[in-house]
């Protein structure tokens, strides 16, 4: 929303705070006279650039999410919970008293706000200079450059046809076997290798199955019913392959870029904007540490990665995969990465996700792990009590740990409780998707039970 419509839909008491937070020389009585002030006021790039400052001293966080996210509009109660975290009991007033933040409309009975288009971009403008200045640049790269462009959405056309022409049997847990994975990997642009063993859980449904690369253009063609987990261990291609395939190899790309934003938000949940701001900072080569160390707690530490692993291998790696951006190393061994060509186009606003709900992020407490055990992150008592209901849990610990079993689903299916509402449960409060491999047990335990069910009562 433009700030000329934000100052007309607000009232003349708004006006009024603003004017005489700035000591504006108008009348406070006479609407019109107080909007005309404050837009000559704010359209000054001096005085825009010194408040800019100020109010990014001050409301860093918050000016994150409001200025970073695609969405234009958010709720009060997601807005409080920013300005929480920073300890200011009246940071809404303060805000819109320093004629930053602006009550926009009602949905849905809540009051939503928003922050002027002018002063957003304003704002991003200061944040990328200031995030600029802390990175290592250069006008030169390295001599061996990794640049993959449109291999990934090729890649998955070539493993589309290798299901269509192949029988591909899955294995109990419903993964491939490494054998017919290897086959695959040889055929790919982007070669991998099989998983070798060790502990991996939380960027995706097969993450645990596959190795990075591979795991997200599965867990893209399952979502995307391009490919289908039998009930008779045979992986075929969907339905939804055939228009897939019609797609521009463009519109392909552009469809994992956005699938890849959602899938890895959970884990690194500021993930859009740091693409964001690497996209407006990084024309020139960057020095990879250099990057990292400017993104600071942008990007956190997830359970068994380290800040660097996340860095490393789950952003800056994926998006040379996904052809926004190319890197490689110089002869000191030090790394760098520069935006592509592709990349500008990738990094659009109708690419970046909106972000979910504040509130609803916070009850995702669960972490579900491919060994068929949940922790529970907080006493949540209404979700503890779901839970419960076909996992038992495992005494002693600090932790709250619970375990899926055959025993406990029995229990759970013959008390008369939905094992598929269950699992609808499990995706809605968990941290992490549900492996492929539990969901696929859980399935074929369900329909055991259904089938001694049926042939009891025949």
Known sequence: MRFADCLNAADITTLQRIAEHYGLSCSRHSKLSLIQEILYTFSSPR????????????????????????????????ICGMFQRLGEAQAMETATREGWLFAN??????????????????????????????????????????????????????????VRHHTVRLTADGSMYKRQQQQVFTLFMVPESALQGGWRFGY????????????????????????????DGILTEAEGSRTWLQMSEMERQRA?????????????????????????????????????????DLVP????????????????????????????????????FQITQLGQQLITP?????????????????IIQPNFEIVATADHAQVLEELGRFAERKPG?????????????????????????????????????????VERTLREWERTMREEQGMMTS
């Not at 250069?138 to 046809?161: I, K």
């Open 47 to 78: 005085f825009l650039q010194e408040q800019g400052t100020k109010w990014l001293e001050a409301w860093r966080e918050p000016l994150l999410r409001l200025c970073f996210e695609p969405r234009g509009v958010f709720a009060k109660e997601e």
């Open 256 to 296: 994992l870029f956005r699938f890849y934003l959602t899938s890895y938000r959970r884990p690194i949940p500021r993930l859009p904007i740091i693409v964001q701001l690497l996209a407006l900072t990084a024309v020139s080569w960057v020095e990879s540490s250099s990057a990292l160390a400017a993104l600071g």
């Open 350 to 366: 109708d690419a970046l996700a909106n972000a979910p709900d504040e509130g609803q992020e916070q009850e995702r407490i669960l």
């Open 105 to 162: 409309t009602t949905q849905f009975g809540r009051q939503m706000y928003c922050v002027p288009d002018e002063l957003k971009s304003r704002i991003r403008q200061l944040m990328a200079a200031e995030f600029a200045a802390k990175l290592e640049a250069s006008a030169t790269g390295p001599a061996a450059v990794q640049e993959d462009g449109l291999a990934m959405a090729r890649d998955l056309a070539v493993f589309l046809e290798y």
């Open 301 to 336: 530490a997830y359970y068994y990665d380290t800040r660097e692993q996340v860095w490393s291998n789950r952003i800056l790696k994926m998006l040379v995969h996904l052809g926004a951006f190319r890197r490689g190393c110089d002869e000191a061994g030090r790394e760098w």
């Open 204 to 231: 995706g449904r097969r993450f645990h199955d596959y190795p990075d690369r591979f795991a997200l253009m599965y867990d893209f063609a399952y979502q995307q019913r391009l490919i289908d987990e039998g009930e």
């Open 397 to 437: 610990g600090v932790l709250r740990v619970y375990r899926v079993t055959e025993q406990s689903v029995r229990r759970g299916w013959h008390a008369g409780h939905s094992l598929r509402d269950w699992l609808t449960f499990l995706q809605r409060y968990g941290q992490t998707p549900v492996p492929g491999n």
